[in-house]
């Protein structure tokens, strides 16, 4: 019995051990530039994607401005694939808009004479494939499916 009740006890006395806290936070330099540096890289890699798909929608007929509108630009994709504007809706659905944004970007690569290889690029490094289609010398065919 006398075991039992010296445990809370123990436990009382070592309070001060068991919840640490410390005050001395820390900045290096280093982390500071880590941040900067990664917040300019993520700065150049949106507006090279943005350069990209005003291209894009330029070569297709469509404002490039468009690149720049938040949902706006998913109805002008879709109008680039040949899917429906309605099809936007579909992109605001979870886990459908992962299907949906994989074939509009299929779409929008066999509409520029690309492969089903070069839509799933488009899709998945988008930093890469955007570009190419963009500024690259493909050109638009017209939307092929409807």
């Known amino acids: 019995m006398i075991a039992i009740t010296k ?3 123990l436990l009382l006395g070592m309070s001060p051990f068991l919840a640490q806290e410390t005050s001395e936070y820390q900045t290096s330099a ?3 530039a880590g941040g900067v540096v990664g917040g ?3 700065l150049v890699v949106g507006v090279l994607i943005i350069a990209a798909m005003w291209k894009v929608f330029s070569k297709a007929g469509q404002p490039g401005w468009a690149a720049i509108i938040p949902i706006y630009n998913i109805y002008v994709m879709c109008k680039v694939a040949g899917r429906p504007g309605w ?3 579909l992109m605001l659905i979870p886990v459908v808009n992962f299907i949906v944004g994989i074939i509009l970007c299929i779409d929008i690569a066999k509409n520029f004479g690309k492969g089903a290889g070069f839509g799933l690029g488009l899709a998945i490094l988008g930093i890469i494939f ?3 289609l963009g500024f690259g ?3 638009y065919q017209g939307a092929a499916a409807a």
């Open 137 to 139: 010398s493909a050109t």
């Open 40 to 42: 300019v890289i993520g």
């Open 30 to 32: 280093g982390s500071t």
């Open 130 to 132: 955007w570009p190419i």
């Open 7 to 9: 445990f809370p006890l």
């Open 87 to 89: 099809w936007l809706l």
